[in-house]
């Protein structure tokens, strides 16, 4: 792609130059053109985002993880431990500032068996701090936390879902 | 330096823009993370050590023998004891630090060759029982059991309820 878009617009700088200044034949070559090459962003999943085990009261509440610590704050559940920030690792071109994109709405967690039962995860945030960018050597990590909704007296079981991370330049 | 040059210069400027603006659409990547958490049932009771009274040989009037929490046996006169009576002991699951309260079912019995006993008046070595900060509990139980006069002499066994509640 890039070597068509070069041609291209080589071919439009000779027309402009044999219209604007016939006679002439020889170009001086002093022109200064920047172009970035983009590395395709690749993106892999370390530890999945846990909310831990929970255990749920006779109110709805919640479970916070914090992306940058992965600690698990419960409200109106008791949490037995387990709770972990999603961890992502990157590859792109060195130096380039990225954004990383998340859940807007939220996402269903369903049992993975046994009895139906659903729970809602929002407020998907990351730990990176001020403008996500690439280091030198074109790595980006980063952990993303979320706040799951027990309802009350949620149906016991294990639960699973899927959240999107978008990465772009 | 030539009138051509900036001409040439700003195509090519115009290319490098044109990259940097198609860029994004092509190169942003989207992955599916996966996220997880499991839902767990109220508070779990398990019984650790099973209650025992050991042997006892009862007057032929009977009478009730306490058992303590620490495995101390006791009765009114005439009793003898004999091996080693052991206190209930349960482990309990809950809520981190909370407060619970620890009841036992009653007209539980004893049941054996003879007449049914009467186990009853539990009692755990725990008077304000919290769940630790890993959300254990343990205790012991004690009991007391009601012999009944001339009982059949004989292996008993009953069974008793544990409600731990927070």
């Known amino acids: ?169 | 330096m030539s009138a051509k040059s900036p001409g040439r210069s700003s195509a090519f400027a115009a290319a490098a823009l044109a990259l940097v603006v198609g860029a994004p659409v092509a190169l942003a990547t989207t992955e599916r993370g996966r996220a997880t958490a499991t839902i767990v049932h109220a508070i779990m009771v398990t019984e650790a050590v099973p209650m025992s009274f050991a042997a006892v040989a009862p007057p032929s009037s009977g009478g009730a023998i306490v058992l303590t929490t620490s495995g101390a046996i006791s009765g009114s006169g005439g009793f003898i004891f004999r091996g080693r009576p052991t206190p209930g002991a349960f482990d309990a699951r809950g809520m981190p630090n909370h407060p619970a309260s620890v009841s036992f079912s009653s007209g539980n019995l004893v049941t054996g060759p003879g007449p049914a006993m009467r186990l009853g008046a539990f009692t755990t070595n725990n008077a304000a029982p919290v769940f630790d900060s890993a959300a254990r509990l343990s205790f012991a139980v004690g009991a007391t059991l009601v012999i009944n006069p001339n009982q059949t002499p004989g292996q008993y066994t009953g069974t008793y309820a544990v409600t731990v509640n927070f």
């Open chain 1, 1 to 169: 792609m890039f070597t068509n878009v070069r041609s291209r617009s080589l071919a439009l700088a000779a027309v402009a130059v044999a219209v604007g200044l016939g006679s002439h034949q020889a170009l001086a070559n002093t022109g200064t053109a920047k172009a970035v090459i983009l590395k395709a962003i690749s993106l892999t999943e370390g530890t999945n985002l846990n909310f831990g085990t929970i255990l749920p009261s006779a109110s709805a509440g919640t479970v916070a993880v914090a992306a940058a610590t992965g600690t698990a704050t419960p409200t109106n559940v008791s949490l037995f431990g387990g709770a972990a920030a999603g961890s992502w690792s990157a590859t792109g071109t060195a130096n380039q500032n990225v954004t990383i994109t998340l859940d807007s709405s939220p996402i269903t967690l369903s049992t993975i068996s046994g009895p139906a039962g659903t729970m809602t995860v929002d407020g998907f945030a990351t730990d990176v701090v001020g403008q996500a960018k690439f280091d030198n050597t074109g790595n980006l990590a980063f952990h993303v936390g979320a706040t799951l909704h027990v309802g009350a007296n949620q149906q016991d079981g294990s639960y699973s879902g899927s959240y999107n991370v978008t990465v772009n330049y």
